[in-house]
C-alpha cells in the first residue's frame, strides 16, 4: 500500500536561508515521487519528479530532492530561501498499477520571513 | 505548451442550479482527472478519464457528472449541489496513464454553494 508522511505541516525559514521539507513514503513496489507547490488559491505546479533513474533530482526554482530508498525519504532541499517560495508543499507518491494515482502527503506550509 | 486552463474562475451557485466546469488541455495527453480540494487539504481524485473513456470513478455522488466530449476537453457539471461541495476544483491531464507520468493542473475552479 502506498501512503505519503510529511513530518512537518508548518515550515518557518528566513530569506536567504536553507530550506528542508521532509517526506517519508511507504511503497509495496519502485515508487514515482513527485514534490509539487500551491500558491495561494493557485493550482499545483510540478517543481520536481523521481523514476528510478538518479537518486538526486534537480527541480524548478533551485529546488532539488534526493531519494533515499534505505530511509524511504524524499526530502525537498533549496539553498538559500527566496519570499516567492511562501507556499504549500506536497510530496505526492504513485501507485504502480498503471492507474496513475496519486497518494498526496497532508502538505507543508513554508514561510519565509524577510 | 504546458497549460491546462479551467473556466470560470469562480462560481456561486444555490443548491437548485445547475452549473459546469470546463477544463482544456493541447497538449496532447490521453488522461485527465478532476479532483476536489477543501481548504488546508490534499487535492482528493474523483474521476479519471483515459482516452475518453471514464476510468475511475472513486464513489462520487451522481451530483456530480464528468463528461469528456474530445481528447483536449473535461467537463463537470453539476446538479443540487449541497454547501459542503463548495471547494477548490482542480482538472489535472497526463501523457498516459503510467506511474511515471507526472501530472500537471489547472489554476481550480473555486465554487462556493449557498
Given amino acids: 500500500a502506498q501512503s505519503v508522511t510529511q513530518l512537518d505541516s508548518h515550515v518557518s525559514v528566513s530569506e536567504g536561508t536553507p530550506v528542508l521539507l521532509r517526506c517519508n513514503y511507504s511503497s509495496s513496489y519502485s515508487p514515482s515521487l513527485f514534490w509539487y507547490v500551491q500558491h495561494p488559491n493557485k493550482g499545483l505546479q510540478l517543481l520536481l519528479k523521481y523514476t528510478s533513474a538518479a537518486t538526486l533530482v534537480k527541480g524548478i526554482n533551485g529546488f532539488e530532492a534526493e531519494f533515499k530508498k534505505s530511509e524511504t525519504s524524499f ?3 533549496k539553498p538559500s530561501a527566496h519570499m516567492s517560495d511562501a507556499a504549500e508543499y506536497f510530496c505526492v507518491v504513485s501507485e ?3 492507474a496513475n494515482n496519486l497518494f498526496f502527503g497532508t502538505g507543508t506550509r513554508l514561510t519565509v520571513i524577510p | 505548451d504546458t497549460e491546462v486552463t479551467q473556466t470560470p474562475k469562480h462560481l456561486v451557485m444555490g443548491m437548485t442550479n445547475k452549473k459546469s466546469l470546463k477544463c482544456e ?3 496532447g495527453h490521453r488522461a485527465m482527472y478532476w479532483y476536489k480540494q477543501k481548504a488546508k487539504k490534499p487535492p482528493e481524485l474523483m474521476f479519471v478519464y483515459s482516452y475518453e473513456k ?3 470513478n472513486e464513489s462520487v455522488p451522481s451530483r456530480f457528472s464528468p463528461e469528456c466530449p474530445n481528447s483536449s ?3 463537470l457539471h453539476l446538479h443540487a449541489l449541497q454547501p459542503e461541495d463548495s471547494a477548490l476544483y482542480l482538472c489535472a491531464s497526463s501523457q498516459g496513464m ?3 507520468y507526472e501530472q ?3 489554476p481550480g475552479t473555486r465554487l462556493t454553494v449557498t
Fill in chain 2, 25 to 27: 488541455q493541447h497538449m
Fill in chain 2, 73 to 75: 476537453l473535461l467537463n
Fill in chain 2, 98 to 100: 503510467a506511474e511515471s
Fill in chain 2, 104 to 106: 500537471y493542473f489547472g
Fill in chain 1, 96 to 98: 504502480q498499477t498503471g
Fill in chain 1, 75 to 77: 526530502h525537498l532541499t
Fill in chain 2, 54 to 56: 471514464l476510468s475511475i
